[in-house]
């Protein structure tokens, strides 16, 4: 048991380590917050990295097969445009634009994933241009920051679970028996769990998922193979855009509006991949998963939660954050100083 | 076609983008033409006007060529711009270039260990030294717009002219220069591309890839330094965020120009043609009134659009 | 000429790249219940027959009919479909995945659309079980395998598709003994269950060992298909290269003509260690000498070049060159030594595939045909033209890729560009592995003549053949360590494989 634990471990190094640098940001975090552990602050917490959450995951399907999307921010901030105008209305009209900015987001993926593979374009200069594509049309989406999301909404999906209830009245409005286990659980932690593991999960079990590894690992083994490369890319594009559209539609509820902030995207791109490699997937493709993803994007935010409770200059800020991201990839890279072949360096 | 099959593979994107660049000075044309009756795009004041702005991003562009040649990406280049620009103010005096410069060959040195020694993906450890120095610099400055200004020298070598020339683009030629004496007539400039096209045979042909990859860096964050150091001369002094309108351009102009963004292939000249590209689009646009919106939209579609193009005479080839 | 009761039939069928033509009017069927060697230099079109055949390439021109139904495959799952599965030379596994992820990456066992791992697993058990590769466990990432297991992985998963056609191109090169055994085993039975094997080996005595119909390509065309025993091997050979070849290996001086006694060896290695793999080798080398690495794959040969090159980090024990103690701590300072190596795969380790002929011979060279840091052109294009004649590279245009050329070109230009250095030691890692017959004379005869100048060599091979024929003396490697030297009379295919196996001489006789 214990062995089989080891090589689990082992395999997954950079999965583990990301989860003990995240448990200990975190429990430190909780232990020097001055009111303690609250369910306010906790749900305060899972709020702000519901979006990047997303853009994570979104950003660790085409990181995977080896290459990079830098539209997803884009994406996202397209998405959260879209959500400012469509979910509003009677409750039906709000699931069809949760849905139709849901597509939105999906389609625009797929069409990076047709121009990658058929344009025969590398990823990461294609998504740079549909990334200014999608800014560009978020833009006229949305010249201005505003919008119309529906406050009980904001309300039940940015609480916990109680307040769910409440808002909607279900299960005697929050105070049925059955749901005091979960009540205090905040309910854009399930949902980012319920939609990010739910549909990663099954997902990456799938041939599709599995040949998108395959195509990191070695595309041209794949292709040998007989599986259906275009196909998986095509697919790992147009998930990566459902999820940055995920983060955009939950921005969009969580700040009841729409904004079309360029540098917001942008930085929402660079952080997905810093999340990503914190999360211990290789940017050579073929190694990692989603769930470590969210893990480091858990962990960019504990940072910045640190700014509030303890007295740093703000101003530091960006500098204690790049200089936790290189010090985190620093500490993973040490093992190449173990690496006794220099050639295995270089594969 | 036939003087397509002559001009040879490596070329042929950079033929597509002069002609592209010189329809889309027809387009702008055509536009001044039709709305106001006359065409500043044709008059050599104004494409030199033009040519003095693009030179800070044909400098950054030249580097960052280098470090894709690698089949790296320097990502650090909007915040050494500006670091550089503020040092160079900060200091002043005789000490202001050198200190700019200075301030790019450490973010260059810190970049090439980064990713030649710890083999951290130049990706994401630009990424984070990019944030150290906005952290390093939001604290020099305290937030605040930094009140220092410009030395006269640097405002003669980004603003003034010499026979009715910038000195901006003197400077930019000078760089080009010696890029691209660099990497077609020196044995590191050779060992850029080897090492860009399979870094474990330019290895075991005794190549010090290592110190190669520290080099591009090195001449990178150099050429972003000098850029930052025009560009404050330019402005008369330093700012916030100065440096960002240069990273997606330079990559795009260095793409444009059919360099491989997975290393070993490209020529500079093409570069230069993708600067000189993107600089006129940009004018164009802004002589159109495009809102940002449409500039975005139609930015990316260009890219896009090129580089459709230049797959296709790629497959064709084949 | 024509054949009309193969299972699966070429006919007319041609290929072409640009103005190139890799495959000409080529007829060609393969029969249930046989292993059918497939012959031919490097460039003969052997690898585009069997690309073609498996739905890689598709022809240019031609027909191709299975069961007498024309078929066209676009990809190589159309001809997985129809029971034809190829085993590529450049293997086609993913490292990152597991064995039994690998074994049936395309057709996984399912379960509401998703991959049954159990499943999975318990298949992958039982075929490898199949190839006497048990030891293999399924969970293992392919990347933690040797290269003989993962070739093994390879054929398992070939296997476990139930071919009816089954191409090995040249599958058995990277694989022990004893696995070379289990594959011929394996060959042989699937036979006896009617499928029809397709064998291309440069080892001409495996091909003659196992194949009951032979087919020689050249110059992309199909030359001639007989029965085993028809030809004799000389004959075969001719068929091949389509001229007479009179001696197999250059002459090698009567006499020795290094002193051992008078002063010190060009490369002296005493008590070498690296890791495990390594332990203890004691070796030297005189100028003018070439001395051959021999013994089974993976005892430490790779590792001991490697070593020598700088390549390894933290090797234990002392490296003389000319008597003057020498640490080679990076591949830079080995070759300021006057030491050069041509690594053991030269498309990843020797070469820049997209840079031109130039590019790849100048790459060691320009502090040579520098003068400060510019490179003088002239100087450059010399040395350019001198590897070219030197080595009878054959390309009308140095500035063209080096992925153009074949890869017996190929391997020239990998051993020119250390050549222009004039090094002193040249160490050589399986240089003529799948090289044909007439580079490979060329090679021989290149090494005799660096000999001959002084140089020493040192030489690894996978082929005893080629250790006997080149090599003044050859040193077997076993388990990390040199067992045993062998020259002169001592110097005999047995006494190589004894002492691979590390046994007496006595015990073998």
Redesign the interface.
Known sequence: MIDKLRTLVL?NGGFSAALAMFLVFFISYQMLHPRGFSTAVFIQNANESVAIGFVAIAQTIPVLLGG?DLSVGAVMTLANTIASHLVTGTPLQMVLGMIATLLIGSAFGLMNGL?VVY????P???T?????????????IR?SPGGEIDPDLNWALTNAVFDMAETFGFADNGNAAWLQPIANIPVPLIIILVVGVGVWL?FK???TG?TI??I???E????????PVARAKIAAFTMAGFFASCGGLYLAIQTSSGN?D??QAGAYT?NS??AV?LGGTS??G??GGAIGSLIGAGILRVISFYFRILSI?P?????????V??GA??L???R?FR?????E??? | MTLINRIGPQNRPIAIAIGFTFAIILVGTAYTLATQGTMPMLQPNYLLQQLQIGSFLGICAAGMMVVILMGHIDLSVPWTLTAAAMMATTVGGPWAIPAGLAVGLLVGVVNGLGVSYLRIPSMIFTLGVDSVLRGLMVAHTGGFAPQTEATPLMRFLAADRILGLPVAIFVWAAVSILITVMLTRTGFGKSIYATGAKEGAAYLSGIRTRRVVIGAFVTSSLCAATAGVLLAGYSAKAYQGMGGPFLLPAIAAVVLGGTHILGGRGRYLGTLVGVILIVFLNSVLSIMQMSEAYRQIIYGVVIIVMLLIYGREGQRRQ | MTETNGLVQLRGVSRYFGGITALKDVDFSCHPGSVHGILGENGAGKSTLIKILSGVLEASEGRMSVDGNDVAYRTPSQATKDGIVCIFQELSLTPDLSVADNIFIDNPPRWMGMIDRRAQRRMAIDVLARIKCADVDPDTLVRDLSLSRRQMVEIAKAISKNPRVLILDEATSALTSRDVQTVYGLLNKLRDDGVSCLFISHRMQEVEALCDRLSVFRNGQHIRTFTKGELSESEIVKLMIGRDITAHYPPKPTAPHVDHDAGAPALKITNLTWENRLKGVDLDVGAGEIVGLGGLDGQGHKELLLALFGVLKGVQGQVELNGQPFRPLSPAACKKASIALVPEDRKTEGLMLQLSIADNILLPNYPGVSRGPLVDPARAADVVQRAITKLQIKTSDPGIAVETLSGGNQQKVVIAKWLMLDPDVILLNDPTRGIDVGTKQEIYRLMRDLANAGKAILFYSTDYAELIGCCDRVSVMYDGAVVRDLSGETLTEEAIVSASLNIHAGDAA
Do not use: C, H, W
């Open positions: 395999r990079l121009i344009g025969r374009i590398q990461i200069i294609a740079l241009a549909t990334g200014a594509i999608a800014i560009g049309l978020a833009l006229l010249p099954p079990r799938t041939v599995r590894y395959a990191g690992s070695s041209g083994a794949a292709y040998m193979s007989g599986l079309a360029i540098s660079l991949i810093a490699v940017l050579l073929g190694i200059d101003l530091l800020q960006p500098l204690i954050e790049g200089l991201l290189l990839v620093s993973g890279a040490l190449t690496v006794k072949n220099m050639m360096l270089f594969r």
